[in-house]
């Protein structure tokens, strides 16, 4: 049985490969032949990629999404499914099967059953499967996690989930803050990064909130979050501080600020995305104010080229 595109097949196998495979997902929600399309349009902005499969027209096996990032030499495995019991005969008869789909990849990334891959067409940070998770290998994927390292995939960095319960809200002084929500959000809040909230966040979140300090007209520090599909959680997706103003509290109080905020709004608890060799000031912030670690994921990278 070799691999073939997904035009061959009907939507509704993949539909249920998908939910068999992923219903052990964290905050998992059974997907649909509508949300199925959506995800693959997510896959690139101007072109689906490939979607390629394995099995007949009763019961797909596996299946793989493959595409290029924006400069086209990138190449991206959104996720690698195969039916419980059959990786040892989907998985390679898969990969063979991607590579050939990405003849100019200098090295290609791979995603997992639990988070598929699209933060590299998408941008950072998207609420894909309603979790902020939005990169590559979960720690309890072992099975995938062997199979990739004898074929040539390494770990190059790694991420953690971190969550904390709110606290009851303490009011704290010393700094202005301003919240903004949903359509309101859209304003030059990310001024320093030269681009629009837009562009920053991939696509508009009408349930965005934005806690924003500033001085006159310019923004000094802010963060953003948003609700997840898990009851009473949010997901802190941004908190920034202008250079100028960074080791002087100011971190700190935006975040003490937005969990007050948060629990005033109703959530229970707060969970954020992160790498501690990216970001080791952030994580050393969000450590020392209780927030621990939920999940670990991977990011591996199979270089085509040394």
């Known amino acids: 049985m070799e691999p073939r595109l997904y035009e061959e097949y009907d939507a509704q196998n993949l539909v249920t490969l998908m939910n068999v495979v992923c219903q052990h997902k964290r905050y998992f929600v059974p997907v649909n032949i509508e949300t199925i399309n959506q995800t693959l349009r997510r896959g690139t902005r101007k072109r689906f990629g490939s979607l390629i499969v394995l099995g007949d027209e009763r019961l797909l096996k596996g299946a793989c999404h493959v595409f290029y990032d924006a400069s086209g030499q990138v190449g991206h495995m959104a996720y690698l499914l195969s039916l419980p019991g059959e990786e040892g005969t989907t998985w390679p008869l898969l990969l063979k ?35 902020t998770e939005n990169l ?81 007209h310019v923004v000094e520090g802010h963060t953003a979050w948003y609700p997840l599909r898990a009851r009473a959680r949010a997901a802190l997706c941004d908190l920034e501080v202008a250079a100028t103003r960074q080791g002087q509290g100011l971190g700190r109080a935006l975040l003490t600020h937005t969990l007050e905020q948060m629990e005033l709004d109703g959530y229970t608890s707060c969970e954020l995305f992160i790498s501690p060799t990216q970001s080791p000031h952030a994580y050393a912030l969000y450590h020392s104010s209780g927030f621990t670690i939920e999940a670990t994921w991977y990011e591996m990278v199979y270089q085509i080229n040394f």
């Not at 991607?98 to 067409?121: F, N």
Request: charged share 15%; glycine share 8%; proline share 7%.
């Open 136 to 216: 590559e290998v979960y720690s309890e994927d072992t099975l995938l996690i062997k199979f990739l390292a004898e074929n040539g995939f390494a770990p190059q960095e790694h991420y953690f989930t971190m969550s904390k319960a709110l606290p009851a809200p303490v009011c704290a002084i010393g700094y202005p803050f301003e919240i903004l929500r949903g359509a309101e959000c859209w304003y030059n809040a990310y001024s320093w990064y030269g681009r629009s909230s837009a562009e920053e966040f991939g696509l508009r979140n009408a349930a965005l909130s934005v806690l924003v300090q500033k001085i006159g």
């Open 97 to 131: 099967a991607a590579l050939k789909h990405l003849p100019r990849a200098i090295k290609i990334s791979i995603g997992s059953p639990y988070t598929p891959l699209y933060h590299a067409v998408e941008g950072r940070i998207q609420p894909l499967w309603g979790s």
